[in-house]
């Protein structure tokens, strides 16, 4: 697989690689290298792939929540200082280590990593990575695993959504809100109710498919839902906000519904009232998308290979709301802790300079258009 080059077995892609201070070759990484402070992009010296790894040559990686908060050390994971944050990617594959067959040099791949994908180079097992449909762009590729994951995970696993079901989607203009309302909406034939906190939020809500929307920074979410699906409430609500928005989901499901959840991004953790699922026999449950990567491995598989799928077919479509640069990162940081960002917030960590790729991306997406 790998080119022989001066009479030394490297890969061709690490040709280009820049000479660090010694011998080894160097990529740029994103360093956390003292919690609660700004990342500094440093030069990283490569290691050689062990048998069972896979060297990637990361193009994209998407910018989470998560990521802001296991720099601040508020994550329930806590990695070893210094570290790179980034849980997803898109990228080509540099190498494979020799006991690999499952992908191979060239090879377009999403991956799942943990955290260190916000680097020039990820060194992964080759079971967290899956290959891109030829059709689905490398930039739309890394909006996949965590938000698409998760609003699969939410709706198909978790909540059993079915056709023609109501369902409510709080925070429903941030990166897994509208993931929730492409895949409720275009995939599985739900009716959908978008709650978000500005007119804007909303009406993006509903130009990927929302049927109805509730700007909850103007009344409460309860009575707003009512007005629109009447006494009887929604039959599933993916809550991604916690706090009395989550309690007002809650209160506003349907006999038998079912209410998901994702997150806390309003920053409180609400007590769920245990009489109110009795009353309706409704059901809450929880959703931590990571965890199924080690509990229930092909549960969190399917997920991914049917986001790439859905992408590939049409059926669902990522919305970016804004691309940093690597250089960049603390930029795309303050971006989501400040409430601007909608959809997913990336960072194209070496995109540029890339001519044949980026012809190749500028082809999928004529593609998609067609």
């Keep these: 697989m790998a080119a022989v080059a001066r009479g030394r077995g490297l890969p061709r892609a690490w040709l280009c690689r820049r000479a660090g201070p010694g011998s080894g070759r160097h990529y740029r990484a994103a360093l956390c290298t003292e919690l609660k402070q700004p990342l500094a992009i440093k030069e990283v010296a490569s290691r050689p792939v062990r048998p069972h790894e896979v060297r990637v040559d990361v193009h994209f990686c998407g910018v989470n929540f998560a990521d802001i908060l296991v720099c601040r050390g508020q994550y329930q994971e806590k990695p070893q200082l210094p570290f790179t944050p980034g849980m997803e990617f898109s990228g080509t594959v540099l190498e494979t280590g020799t006991d690999v067959s499952t992908v191979k040099e060239g090879d377009r791949v999403i991956g799942v990593s943990g955290f260190n994908g916000m680097a020039e180079e990820c060194i992964i097992d080759p079971k967290t990575l899956?290959?891109?449909?030829?059709?689905?762009?490398?930039?739309?590729?890394?909006?996949?695993?965590?938000s698409y994951g998760t609003a699969i995970l939410a709706l198909e696993h978790r909540a059993c959504t079915r056709p023609g079901e109501t369902v409510l989607v709080t925070a429903a203009a941030g990166a897994t809100g509208l993931a929730v309302v492409d895949v409720a909406t275009n995939v599985l034939q739900a009716q959908v109710i978008a709650a978000a906190g500005s007119d804007e939020k909303c009406k993006l809500a509903m130009q990927k498919g929302a049927q109805s929307t509730v700007n909850y920074g103007q009344g409460g979410l309860k009575e707003a839902v009512r007005k629109l699906v009447g006494s009887g409430g929604v039959n599933v609500a993916?809550?991604?906000?916690?706090?009395?928005v989550f309690l007002e989901a809650l209160r506003s499901l349907a006999w038998e519904g079912r209410i998901v959840v994702v997150g806390f991004a309003g920053g409180t953790i609400a007590s769920v009232p245990a009489n109110l699922l009795l009353l309706k026999n409704v059901s809450a449950v929880g959703l931590y998308w990571g965890r199924y990567k080690e509990q229930n491995f092909p549960v969190f598989s399917r997920t991914l290979s049917s986001a790439l799928q859905?992408?590939?077919?049409?059926?669902?479509?990522?919305h970016i709301g804004a691309v940093f640069k690597l250089e960049e990162v603390n930029d795309a940081f303050l971006h989501v802790i400040q409430r601007k960002s909608t959809g997913k917030t990336t960072t194209a960590v070496h995109y540029a300079g890339k001519p044949m790729e980026i012809w190749r991306e500028r082809l999928c997406l004529a593609w998609r258009v067609l």
């Excluded at 899956?130 to 965590?146: N, Y």
């Excluded at 859905?310 to 990522?318: A, E, T, V």
């Design 130 to 146: 899956w290959q891109i449909p030829e059709r689905v762009p490398l930039r739309e590729a890394a909006t996949l695993p965590v």
């Design 238 to 244: 993916i809550d991604t906000v916690g706090g009395d």
């Design 310 to 318: 859905y992408c590939q077919q049409g059926r669902i479509q990522p």
